[in-house]
């Protein structure tokens, strides 16, 4: 990965404002579980954590269990997403537990060119995300 | 009494026999005396003890009696009134008393004359309901409306009449034929064609015609939106699952020859400042599509044309004369006609080509084509007749490809001078469009890429020859395995958004109807796919390699081949029934169809913060004839289909101008417009004044238009004026200032406050050029002044503007973009040279509204004043001002219009028939609509306006209202210049039929 980035970086110094546009994809990403969150910084915050509360409720009365949950959070909302769980485990009296992992997460941005000559190109780069997994256990 | 209560009962006694109202037994001596008529005892019955108004009422009612029978009615139930009232009261009491004596001839006469008039009731139908549905529910049965004998006896004779008055409405059908006989194939193929004939159909027109409000636009019957209940639904579907749309009707050129003849033949169509050009290198190879605008030659920035995508066929090593390329240039039906015109023009192609592969009636079987043109022959003939036509004739076959095009006319024209080849390939292919997250799913569910042939069966004769040539070619093979490789691979990736935008992917598949499956599922992405390996590492970034984009799909011979061998549904369902394990998969081995089809990713929201990659999806483009083949795959895979109204929410979500209706300066957009105006007014005039906003009183001086040419150029005296009054106010300290760029802003708003007082009150200038009614006119007038106006496309002012639209400080943390090195700060230089580039432009902008709000199309963009940003930033709830209620200027006129048609009516009824037509000097005036020239548009109302939006509407995506329009440019540099960097982009949204003014925030995104 790093060799990868070594000639990207030589190609940074020459970008042109002027002549690129930056472009930012979606970040790629593994189809979605019932008990995936995602979080972001657009939602509500009490919105997120009702959320993932009622997902772990759920668990406990009807059948739709979901005995653990996962709590994404990339770049700026990791803050948030550890808060969350946080919160969660606060509020449960003890029945719940976090493990957290952490990753790093490669982002595309694509360089659009202005002029026709120009080929688009593509730049790498990182940025860390957690994954923190949140379930019950058994109060001793 | 009340006037309401006396009206409330004049309503209840209008149905009763005049006579019946009245107690008679006082007047009954009387009326002996006033007795001559005899058709209206009730007025002669009247007591003369009554007050002399009473008196004066009787006589004039009986001098109007004969005329006017609900003048009577009225004045008959209002003397009825009285008497009650009396009577309660007392003071005519007397005429209560039980008569001494009765005259037995004249009360029996009385009573006759109810009797009658009860009968008259009793059998005269009052409402407009049919015979059955005035029967109570525990008696009404089923089928009762077309089966007379369900009734009861005595309703019978009334409902035969009533059902005969009903045949005669319907439409006829055609007498020679029974129902069976229509319904039999053969004939049902011949009315198909027929029906075809005006307004194209797409090839899944019977689907949606079963199951969308169908429209007929632009020659085409398209699928407006779904009957059932579906708008989230949809939404919903572009955003987690997958929207269908069949876009077949969208136009494709193809230009063949040389590759630098082409380009510079089209480089003059298009500028490189609107964006990157037919010659970008990464779209000139093949490997990704492009799009751009395309204007009149060299007229760039004036005479746009509209935008289109192009796609070049990518360079194979091995094949075809060095420099000879393929582009395929798609577009919208409406912009057909002028974009075809100007190519041709520019490739100076005028020698029409007969009969070459491009040409595709010539391509027909003669057969075929015999169903064509004998069809008006056919329809004309007897039964019997054509029964003998149909044994040395084959049975009629469905016409697929463009149906309303003359069989002579060319479709194809060369130039010698260049060598290119413009032909017009409308309809030659399927168009489908998949938006979506699972677009990825269901493509890979659906199609199965095409099995190679091994070689052993080349002995049994099959119709799929190409296929055979091609798997002989160890390359090839190669080649359609990669793609294959790539095409599995897609499977993998959980969003469109994630990769290039633009990528072309060319497949061979096999017949998607084999693995139908037998209900209808969700296909989801599978998670054993979506191992993050290098290859889709790599498959993400660098996009599909150059040599996949390969696809016979090109090929013009190929795809006829393709679609006159496809296995008739009918062939297909007998195979599968003669399985030898039903419900097992049908194998056809070499026999089975090999479609080639092109699949090209489709960008979704580039622009913007926010919702990045939204409504990005997967176009694919088959053969003509296999529409309904790849159709019902698709659904079966859990896709929802869209119609027109769901491309509008795509675009508007997607904050991209929908075509036609938001290219005000092309001349689709024009006739579009004046279209759309047409129609409102026309619904709107269908409305009774009194439910209908009166426009003229709420300051909405277009409701159904947009006027850009007279709002520009109301910007651009505006400019001068203010100009030539800053010079003159103060012209030492202006030039003073001007250097350090603080000055001018500083300066201006106790202008824009001085102008916006005084404006109103100045002398409306009528413009002289603008003449006609606010419905319609204006467009026109807007089509003549076109010549001035532009939209500004060119992407550096764009960028320059987005960046001085947002709040430049403050205490965000939205990560902004650092200002590079091109960007310059606003100063009215900088203005001043942008204006003198564009005197008359419009800016595509975006709006969301800071709190509540929806707007809608023709909503009025307007500047707030000091005051109101003043009032937002202390209460941050605040909701916006409000317009104060105009004066109609028009009433008095209009009421004096409505009185002299009276009075024409009158003497028209005394004269008999002599003045029947209205005096031709009078305009029609409309109630509630401006009429006659616009005054000055930006100062109409008590905010500056400032633009238009063209699409809004609540957004689901953004939980608040969002719109789309064009503003004008001066008035937005205006505007920016003068607002504090803190409240920047700030404007107020009034719509048409409102008086509130909502805050929203301007956003030029590119």
């Excluded at chain 2, 260049?418 to 699972?438: A, C, K, Q």
Aim: hydrophobic share 30%; glycine share 8%; charged share 25%.
């Amino acid at each position: 990965m790093a060799e990868n980035r070594e000639p990207r970086g030589a190609a940074e110094a020459e970008l042109d404002p002027v002549e690129y546009t930056l472009r930012k994809r979606l970040p790629h990403r593994l189809p979605r579980r019932p008990n995936d969150i995602y979080v972001n910084m657009k939602t509500d915050f009490k919105a997120q954590l009702a959320r993932c509360q009622k997902l772990l409720d759920a668990g406990s009365r009807g059948q739709n269990a979901c005995a653990e949950i996962y709590i994404h959070g990339l770049g700026l909302a990791i803050n948030r997403a550890i808060n969350i769980a946080l919160q969660l485990q606060a509020g449960s009296f003890g029945s719940l537990q976090v493990a957290a992992n952490t990753s790093t997460v490669e982002l595309v941005d694509e360089l659009e060119p202005e002029t026709d000559t120009r080929e688009p190109l593509i730049r790498i780069r990182n940025n860390s995300a957690i994954h923190i997994r949140v379930f019950r256990v058994t109060p001793k | 009494m009340s006037n309401a209560k006396e009206r409330k009962h004049a309503k209840k006694m209008r149905n009763q026999p005049t006579n019946v109202t009245l107690f008679s037994g006082f007047a009954a001596n009387r009326s002996v005396k006033h007795y001559g008529g005899g058709g209206k005892p009730a007025q002669t019955q009247k007591p003369e003890s009554r007050s002399g108004s009473a008196q004066q009422q009787e006589s004039k009612v009986t001098h109007h009696s004969l005329r006017d029978p609900d003048v009577n009615e009225q004045s008959s139930s209002k003397v009825t009134f009285r008497k009650k009232g009396g009577w309660k009261a007392g003071p005519e009491g007397t005429s209560q008393e039980m008569p001494k004596y009765i005259t037995a001839s004249t009360f029996a006469q009385a009573r006759a004359a109810e009797i009658s008039a009860m009968l008259r009731a009793v059998t005269q139908k009052s409402s407009n309901s049919m015979v059955f549905q005035t029967l109570p529910r525990h008696m009404r049965r089923r089928a009762m409306s077309h089966n007379v004998k369900r009734l009861p006896q005595r309703l019978r004779e009334i409902a035969q009449k009533e059902a005969e008055k009903t045949v005669h409405q319907k439409k006829e059908h055609s007498k020679n034929k029974c129902h069976k006989a229509r319904r039999c194939h053969k004939n049902q193929m011949l009315e198909f064609n027929r029906r075809q004939k005006k307004n194209m159909w797409l090839e899944t027109h019977i689907w949606h015609a079963k199951r969308f409000h169908m429209v007929k636009k632009w020659g085409y019957c398209l699928g407006e939106r779904p009957t059932v209940k579906s708008h989230r639904a949809c939404y919903r579907a572009m955003t987690n699952h997958c929207l269908l749309q069949d876009i077949s009707y969208y136009c494709c050129l193809e230009l063949k020859g040389k590759e630098e003849e082409i380009l510079k033949a089209l480089s003059r169509m298009c500028s490189i400042e609107t964006g990157l050009t037919f010659a970008a290198v990464h779209c000139l190879s093949g490997k990704r599509q492009g799009s751009l605008m395309l204007y009149r030659a060299n007229q760039y920035p004036r005479e746009m044309l509209g935008p289109v995508t192009f796609i070049w066929k990518s360079e194979r090593s091995a094949g075809g004369p060095a420099g000879s390329r393929q582009l395929w240039i798609w577009l919208h039906p409406t912009l057909r006609e002028e974009i075809l015109e100007e190519i041709k023009a520019a490739c100076q192609c005028i020698e029409p080509i007969q009969s070459t592969i491009c040409t595709p009636n010539s391509l027909l079987t003669p057969l075929q084509e015999k169903s064509q043109t004998g069809l008006p022959d056919e329809k004309i003939v007897t039964k019997r007749k054509r029964k003998d036509d149909g044994e040395n004739a084959k049975p009629v076959k469905k016409v697929f490809g463009n149906r309303t095009r003359d069989a002579h006319q060319p479709c194809s024209w060369s130039s010698p001078a260049t060598g290119i080849v413009v032909s017009d390939l409308t309809m030659e292919m399927n168009r489908y469009r998949l938006i979506g997250p699972l677009s990825h799913s269901v493509l890979t569910e659906a199609l199965k890429a095409a099995a190679v042939h091994t070689g052993e069966e080349d002995t049994e004769k099959t119709p799929h020859s190409w296929w055979i040539e091609t798997c002989r070619n160890p390359d090839d093979v190669s080649l359609h395995h990669r793609q294959e490789a790539i095409f599995e691979m897609l499977g993998g990736i959980t969003s469109p958004a994630e990769i290039p935008a633009g990528t072309i992917l060319g497949l061979t598949v096999g017949d998607p109807r084999i693995n139908l499956p037998q209900k209808r599922f969700k296909a989801l992405p599978d998670p054993e796919k979506c191992q993050d390996n290098e290859r889709v590492r790599q498959l993400l970034m660098e996009g599909v390699p150059v040599e996949c984009t390969h696809s016979f799909i090109w090929n013009q011979a190929i795809c006829q081949s393709v679609t006159e061998n496809k296995i008739s549904d009918q062939d297909l369902n007998r195979m599968r029934s003669e399985l030898l394990v039903p419900g097992s998969q049908l194998v056809l081995g070499p026999q089975e169809s090999k479609i080639p089809i092109l699949l090209i990713h489709q960008p979704g929201r580039v622009t913007g913060e926010d919702r990045r990659g939204w409504g990005s999806g997967w176009d694919v483009l088959l053969p003509k004839g296999w529409g309904m083949a790849f159709w019902i795959p698709f659904i079966y895979r859990g896709a929802r289909v869209g119609g027109l109204k769901e491309g509008l929410v795509h675009s508007q979500y997607k904050r991209s101008p929908n075509i036609p209706g938001d290219f005000p300066d092309c001349p689709a957009g024009v006739l579009f417009a004046e279209e759309q105006a047409k129609n409102l007014l026309e619904k709107y005039k269908r409305r009774p004044p009194a439910k209908r906003p009166n426009y003229v009183k709420l300051g909405t001086l277009a409701p159904f238009c947009c006027p850009w040419g007279q709002l520009t150029r109301d910007w651009e005296s505006r400019e001068q004026t203010q100009g030539e009054s800053c010079v003159a106010s103060s012209p030492n300290s202006e030039v003073g200032d001007s250097g350090n760029g603080e000055g001018p802003r500083a300066a201006a708003p106790d202008k824009t406050l001085q102008f916006s007082a005084e404006e109103p009150r100045e002398p409306e200038d009528m413009d002289t050029e603008c003449q006609g009614q606010a419905g319609t006119q204006p467009v026109r007038d807007q089509d003549a002044a076109l010549g001035g106006l532009c939209v500004v496309r060119e992407r550096k002012l764009l960028k320059q503007l987005s960046s001085w639209c947002g709040p430049s400080s403050g205490g965000s943390w939205v990560p902004r973009r650092a200002p590079g090195r091109g960007q310059q700060d606003l100063t009215r230089e900088t203005c001043l040279s942008i204006l003198s580039r564009f005197p008359r432009a419009l800016v595509w902008v975006s709006l969301s509204l800071l709190h509540k709000g929806s707007p809608e199309p023709y909503t009025m963009i307007c500047v707030p004043t000091k005051e109101d940003l003043l009032h937002l930033s202390q209460d941050r709830f605040y909701c916006g001002p409000q317009e104060s209620k105009h004066s109609d200027p028009f009433k008095s006129k209009l009421l004096k219009q409505k009185k002299e048609k009276r009075r024409r009516r009158q003497t028209a009824s005394l004269e008999g028939q002599a003045g029947e037509e209205p005096a031709a000097g009078h305009e029609a005036l409309t109630q509630g609509l401006w009429s006659g020239p616009l005054p000055t548009v930006t100062s109409h109302c008590s905010r500056l306006l400032l633009g238009f939006v063209t699409q809004g509407d609540f957004s689901m995506a953004l939980g608040c209202g969002e719109a789309l329009g064009f503003v004008s440019l001066t008035g937005l540099l205006d505007i920016l210049s003068r607002q504090p960097a803190r409240e920047r982009g700030l404007v107020l949204l009034r719509p048409p039929a409102s008086l509130q003014y909502r805050f929203a925030r301007i956003a030029v995104e590119v």
